[in-house]
Nanobody
Framework: QVQLVESGGGLVQPGGSLRLSCVVS????????MGWYRQSPGKQRELVAN???????YYTDSLKDRFTISRDSAKNTVYLQMNTLPPGDTAVYYC?????????????WGQGTQVTVSS
C-alpha cells in the first residue's frame, strides 16, 4: 500500500519559516513529479509548487520568492521550505506525487498538514 506522509506543519509567527517534508512509502516502481498544494478555509485547493524527477521546478508566481521546493530521490522525499510567512499562508498543505505502481502510473495524495501563521 502506497502512502504519502507529510510532516513539519504547525504554528509559526508572522515572518517565520517552516520546512515541510513528505515521504513516499510502499510498493513504488518509479516516482515522477512531486509537489504541494494548499487549501485555506472557503477557498479552492491551489498549486504551490512542483518538481519533476529531472529537478525542474514550477512555482505559483506569488510564492516563488519565498518558497523553495526540493526533493531527495534516494529517499522518495519532497520538501517545501517556506520563508517570511504572512498570516495569508495559513492553510492545510497537501503533498502529492505521480507514482508508478504495479497497475501503472497514478496520482497519490498525503493527508495534509496544517500550517498556521499567527502571533
Amino acid at each position: 500500500q502506497v502512502q504519502l506522509v507529510e510532516s513539519g506543519g504547525g504554528l509559526v509567527q508572522p515572518g517565520g519559516s517552516l520546512r515541510l517534508s513528505c515521504v513516499v512509502s510502499g510498493s513504488v516502481v518509479a516516482v515522477g513529479t512531486m509537489g504541494w498544494y494548499r487549501q485555506s478555509p472557503g477557498k479552492q485547493r491551489e498549486l504551490v509548487a512542483n518538481i519533476q524527477s529531472s529537478g525542474t521546478t514550477y512555482y505559483t508566481d506569488s510564492l516563488k520568492d519565498r518558497f523553495t521546493i526540493s526533493r531527495d530521490s534516494a529517499k522518495n522525499t519532497v520538501y517545501l521550505q517556506m520563508n517570511t510567512l504572512p498570516p495569508g499562508d495559513t492553510a492545510v498543505y497537501y503533498c502529492y506525487a505521480r507514482l508508478r505502481v504495479s497497475t501503472g502510473w497514478d496520482n497519490f495524495w498525503g493527508q495534509g498538514t496544517q500550517v498556521t501563521v499567527s502571533s
